[in-house]
Every structure is written in structure tokens, then in C-alpha cells.
Nanobody, 120 residues
Framework: QVQVVESGGGLVQPGGSLTLSCAAS????????MRWYRQTPGKERELVAAILSGGYTNYADSVRGRFTISGDNAKNTQYLQMNSLKPEDTAIYYC??????????????WGQGTQVTVSS
């Protein structure tokens, strides 16, 4: 199995910063894509940022210039640096990876989510 665990969520004031981390563990797997999603009640899950194993990144327009995704396939870890946070950034943030595992192939794996609350 591949286990994915997020951490780093919490309460932060508007304009503040927060860094989320995501660690993947398991045996005999390689990560191809790392993604962060977020979801709030009554809204669809939104893709926030993604990074490919080759280093290519993309971002939702709402976070571009404020958030930075980074990843290290060798460490099976990814990060989301969030700056200039706004109340509308409040959501549960989910880590997602596309990983290849021997005997199984390429699959998506999800973390349980971490709550980020931006409030004054």
C-alpha cells in the first residue's frame, strides 16, 4: 500500500503564511505527479497546485503568485507554501499523488486532509 499523510494546517490571520507538507510512504513505488486540492462545504473540490516529476508546476488562478508547490520524489514528500493568505483560502487541503507501484501500475492516492482556516 501507499500511505499519504498531510500536516501543517491550522489557524492563521489574513496576510499570514502557512506551509503544508505531505509525506508518502510504502514500498516499491515511484511518484509521477504531486497535487494539492482543497474543498469547502458546498463547493466542489478544487485543484490548487500540481507538480510533475520533471519539475513542471501549475496553479489555480486564485492562488497563483501566492502559493508555491515543491516536491522531492526521492524523499516522497511535497510541500505547499501559502503566503498572503485570504479568508477565501479557508478549506480542507488534500494531498494527492499519482504513483506507480510494481505489480499494480499508475494509481492515485489521497491523504486524509488538513484544515486551513484564515480568519481575523
Amino acid at each position: 500500500q501507499v500511505q499519504v499523510v498531510e500536516s501543517g494546517g491550522g489557524l492563521v490571520q489574513p496576510g499570514g503564511s502557512l506551509t503544508l507538507s505531505c509525506a508518502a510512504s510504502g514500498s516499491d513505488f515511484s511518484i509521477y505527479v504531486m497535487r494539492w486540492y482543497r474543498q469547502t462545504p458546498g463547493k466542489e473540490r478544487e485543484l490548487v497546485a500540481a507538480i510533475l516529476s520533471g519539475g513542471y508546476t501549475n496553479y489555480a488562478d486564485s492562488v497563483r503568485g501566492r502559493f508555491t508547490i515543491s516536491g522531492d520524489n526521492a524523499k516522497n514528500t511535497q510541500y505547499l507554501q501559502m503566503n498572503s493568505l485570504k479568508p477565501e483560502d479557508t478549506a480542507i487541503y488534500y494531498c494527492n499523488i499519482a504513483a506507480h507501484r510494481a505489480g499494480i501500475g499508475l494509481r492515485d492516492y489521497w491523504g486524509q486532509g488538513t484544515q486551513v482556516t484564515v480568519s481575523s
